[in-house]
């Protein structure tokens, strides 16, 4: 068994199975569908929610050590228990996203070089079982699917107080007991179900089904509008920036910086939702690279305009909602651009949706066609060549709890596993440069193994960043996969029959 535990799956074997007629997808993305895909699942929740509530920071009702950073704790210990939530980073909150968007970057370079030479649907899920081993593929790939469930969650909570938000400019009030969560802050919030939470990930659900073309072209509409919605967002309020709103820059220090980034982290995590979709690329060895780079400069240019602007116009204690971009506009008398903003903020959180439900669904197709999931989910519909059962089981796995848990929970939950995700891939570049220096790089991390080195280092302390709560729900997550992968993929894997391997534990084309 321990030998199977640790088995490399073949690169080309991966690039040979995704060609096999029975799992090949349409190839029909080019670098600039690629740039869309990264930039629409990139802004999206983060720059029109949590931006406030990073700047602001968070509030608990009871003071635990669960609620505080894991480094606080380990740094102070027992007084941790007087932080009562976590401390926001005030105006300097476009400090954090700066430094997340130089933590990202160097993950960005890791994901390229592997994207280039793996272009096969799984992102890290597969990269990981190229380099590192069938359990640490199972493990990442279990944390991939907390991943992009959980952001899509905490996106289309947001998105329904966007959709109250449109409907008040409008004189219309949605019902709160179909709009709001039932559960807020771990306690019963009086609501039934968030429904229109719930709508916008099966419509897209059924948009995923009928194609990725489809799917694309939506997807760079919904960019173009969002992007637009911004720059009126930035130009129209940028004369109304009272400078004292800056003062103090960090009123809570580097530590508020840190955990700020540690919130804003889950807004850049649509990167690496471009290389789960290396396999319906016409050229991923040039394009898949572009799209990373390319979306990661242009969404940190933005989020630091917004948050420079929004901190500039409102203190920053006040930015402590869901719909803080909608709230300042309003606070500030520019309702008729606080309608355009909210328009513009729906476009971006569906295409974060639309991006992140065909990430969920590639990382159950890429598990399944290994055996690591029921075969039922690497089928391909015979018209639009999707994985539809993949797809449909992703939508439902989203949009049920999304009608249930509030944004905070549930952004965390992704933070962390994210995290995860890049120091796993960091790791694998490091592996694969000793194992197979020979083999054809299209992308190359520079100054390596420096830079991998680095990305691991800053992923843990942005993840030391975040409450000791997060960390025991991760590891309880991972528990519960470790159960599945023992009961039920191990003996389901390509690995399990010692006879089908060949040598060195690959299985032979």
């Known amino acids: ?230 720059l009126v967002f930035v130009a129209a309020a940028a004369p109304r920036v009272n400078p004292t709103n800056w003062k103090p820059f960090m009123p809570n220090g580097w530590q508020g910086v840190l955990t700020g980034g540690a919130i804003v982290f889950f807004t850049y995590i649509g990167f690496d939702s471009v290389s789960t979709a290396a396999e319906e690329c016409a050229n991923p060895q040039r394009d898949v690279p572009i799209g990373i780079i390319a979306s990661l400069v242009v969404c940190a240019v933005l989020y630091i305009a917004v948050a420079v602007v929004l901190t500039g116009i409102q203190k920053w204690p006040s930015l402590r909602n869901a719909a803080p971009v909608a709230h300042a506009l309003h606070a500030i008398g520019l309702v008729r651009i606080e309608r355009w903003v909210t328009i513009g903020a729906l476009m971006g959180m569906t295409s974060s949706l639309l991006v992140y439900q065909l990430g969920q669904a590639r990382i159950w197709f890429a598990m399944s066609r290994d055996g690591l999931l029921p075969r039922p989910f690497s089928r391909v519909h015979r018209r639009f060549r999707t994985p539809h059962i993949s797809t449909w089981t992703a939508g439902l796995f989203v949009a049920l709890p999304a009608g249930v848990f509030d944004i905070g929970t549930l952004a965390d939950l992704s933070n962390i596993g994210t995290l995860f995700a890049f120091i796993l891939v960091a790791l694998g570049v490091l592996v694969l440069r000793r194992q197979q220096p020979e083999r054809r790089r299209s992308f190359r991390v520079p100054a390596s193994p420096f830079v991998p080195i680095l990305s691991v280092g800053c992923c843990l302390v942005l993840m030391a960043s975040l409450p000791v709560e997060t960390w025991l729900r991760f590891f309880v997550w991972l528990v519960i996969g470790l159960a599945i992968y023992f009961g039920y993929s191990r003996h389901r894997s390509e690995f399990c029959a010692p006879q089908q391997a060949g040598e060195n534990g690959r299985l032979p084309l």
């Open 1 to 230: 068994m321990s030998g199977q535990l640790f088995r490399t799956k073949s690169i080309d074997l991966l690039l040979a199975q995704s060609e096999s007629p029975e799992h090949r997808l349409r190839k029909s993305l080019g670098p600039w569908s690629l740039t869309a895909l990264g930039i629409g699942a990139i802004v999206g929740a983060g720059i029109f929610v949590l931006t406030g509530t990073a700047a602001a920071g968070e509030a608990v009702h009871v003071h635990s050590l669960l609620k505080a950073p894991l480094l606080d704790v380990i740094l102070h210990g027992g007084s941790a228990l007087g932080v009562g939530g976590r401390p926001g980073a005030g105006p300097a909150i476009a400090l954090s996203f700066l430094m997340v968007a130089a933590v990202c970057g160097l993950a960005g370079l890791c994901y390229a070089e592997l994207a280039s030479m793996i272009p096969i649907a799984g992102s890290a899920y597969t990269y990981t079982y190229a380099t590192l081993g069938e359990i640490v593929a199972w493990i990442i790939g279990w944390d991939l699917i907390l991943e992009y469930a959980v952001s899509n969650m905490a996106v289309a909570v947001g998105y329904s107080a966007y959709v109250d938000s449109l409907f008040q400019s409008f004189g219309i009030r949605l019902p709160q007991k179909f709009s709001e969560p039932m559960i807020e802050g771990g306690r019963w919030s009086g609501a039934y179900f968030n429904v229109p939470g719930f709508l916008i990930v099966m419509i897209l659900t059924v948009l995923l089904v009928i194609g990725i073309r489809e799917s694309a072209g939506a997807n760079t509409l919904m960019v173009a509008v969002k992007i637009i919605a911004i």
